[in-house]
């Protein structure tokens, strides 16, 4: 099925390898017999968490992040220790390193390919609920404030461009729109 889109590796090289990306350069055999490059970017995939209290408060993190210049509001998220870590474990370690919290029910919402232009990198997002709060141990690298606010507070910040992150948009709208079900 498609495979009149389908393009296929020629060759293939590594440009950079960092400790979280890494930049590939490839020919690609298109579809119509001809060759292009493609560059992009190599990424181990990450797990993503909206935890949401009874009441339908939601439980964001504020940080700034330095491809963007600016503080970001989103849900709590990181990358997988290794390609095979189950995204889930990632969810339940990134929910407690940057807010505290620990979840009696984590249930997974949709994945996501983030810039699939670029990048094979893919979110896992998961939604957490029976909250039970505990001390932050974010990343040494990692300073972030938590920031608690209502379920619609949230979908109007989204709406109005406060929250212009990808992976916490869908999640914010996934459980928006659960609760209206």
């Known amino acids: 099925m498609y495979e009149d889109l389908i393009e296929k590796t020629v060759k293939s090289e590594d440009v950079y390898d960092g400790c979280l990306l890494h930049v590939k350069r490839d020919t690609a055999l ?11 970017i190599k990424h181990p995939g990450a797990s ?56 009696e029910k984590i249930e997974k919402l949709t994945t996501i390919g983030t810039t699939v232009g670029f990048s094979n990198e893919y979110i896992h997002i998961y939604k957490a609920e029976g909250l039970t709060p505990g001390e932050m141990h974010p990343d040494d690298d990692e300073f972030l404030n938590v920031v608690k606010l209502p379920l619609a507070e949230a979908v109007a910040m989204v709406r109005d461009g406060r929250i212009f992150d990808a992976k916490s948009i869908v999640a914010i709208l996934m459980a928006n729109d659960a609760l209206k079900k």
């Not at 579809?31 to 560059?39: I, K, L, S, T």
């Not at 009874?54 to 709590?76: A, K, M, N, S």
Request: hydrophobic fraction near 35%; glycine fraction near 6%.
């Open 48 to 103: 993503a968490v909206l935890p949401m209290l009874p009441d339908g408060t939601v439980i964001l993190v504020r940080q700034y992040r330095y491809p963007v210049q600016r503080v970001t509001l989103e849900i709590p998220a990181g990358k997988l220790d290794a390609p095979d870590e189950d995204p889930y474990v990632c969810a339940v370690r990134e929910l407690s390193e940057e807010t505290g919290y620990t979840a």
């Open 30 to 40: 298109l579809p119509n017999g001809e060759q292009a490059p493609r560059e992009w």
